[in-house]
């Protein structure tokens, strides 16, 4: 069965400091990888996906993360957080089709001004 | 494109009662999916349907059901509404045409109170 992990629950950064949000994975063919933000009360954004290629994705609002399948990563990264970075992010991969996403917990960023 | 709507935004309910949330998908999307989003357990996967068929189903108890329509609209049903129901159900759709055409793009959440 495919998991999620994302190690920390909680993350503060000054605004103007890069980030670097962990998410582990376990599945057993190539995934199928997205990040998601939530602000609160709302649905999830799309920020990134991975489906195959190029292991560094671009995304919106500046992010970026990378796949390494040797360590089953999927790292999302920001050279620098704006004060409206602050939201919670979601890790989540596809099934073999890819139409059943499986989530991890979040990790809730907090930006110091 | 107008983007996932979802409604109602918000609704309080009785435990006992059932209640019909609604999802009208990106246009051109065909597969919709749903998600239960709990503080206690997270964002979980209820199920998800492709041009009228249920083509994946999560671990939940058959209280919750679903169904779509031909214009993609879909709906989810809760029956017998227990405490353990109140949650934001999210919904997404997406192209459902496999690889990056199942990037799933959510809708803002209906947010149930059951009392």
């Known amino acids: 069965a495919q998991s999620v992990t994302q190690p920390d629950i909680h993350i503060t950064v000054s605004e103007g400091a890069s980030l670097e949000l962990r998410c582990n994975y376990s599945?057993?063919?190539?995934?199928?990888l997205f990040w998601y933000v939530q602000s609160p009360g709302q649905g999830l954004q799309l920020l990134l996906k991975?489906?195959?290629?190029?292991?560094l994705v671009q995304g919106i609002k500046g992010f970026e993360a990378e796949f390494k399948r040797s360590q089953s990563s999927f790292n999302l990264r920001k050279p620098s957080v704006h004060w409206s970075d602050a939201a919670e992010y979601f890790c989540?991969?596809?099934?073999?089709?890819?139409?059943?996403?499986?989530f991890g917990g979040g990790t809730r960023l907090m930006v110091k001004p | 494109k107008a983007g996932v709507t979802q409604t109602p935004r918000y609704l309080i309910k009785t435990r006992g009662q059932q209640v019909t949330l609604s999802c009208s998908p990106i246009s051109g999307h065909r597969s919709v999916s749903w998600y239960q989003q709990t503080p206690g357990q997270g964002l979980q996967f209820l199920f998800e349907?492709?041009?009228?068929?249920?083509?994946n189903k999560g671990n939940f108890p058959g209280r919750f059901s679903g169904r779509q329509f031909s214009n993609s609209r879909s709906e989810m049903n809760v029956s017998t509404l227990e405490l353990g129901d109140s949650a934001l159900y999210l919904c997404?759709?997406?192209?459902?045409?496999?690889?990056?055409?199942?990037?799933?793009?959510f809708g803002p959440g209906t947010r149930l109170l059951v009392l």
């Open positions: 997404a759709s997406s192209l459902g045409t496999g690889g990056d055409g199942e990037t799933q793009y």
């Open positions: 989540a991969v596809g099934n073999n089709a890819g139409n059943m996403l499986t």
């Open positions: 991975y489906f195959s290629g190029d292991t």
């Open positions: 349907y492709f041009s009228e068929t249920q083509r």
């Open positions: 599945y057993g063919a190539t995934p199928y």
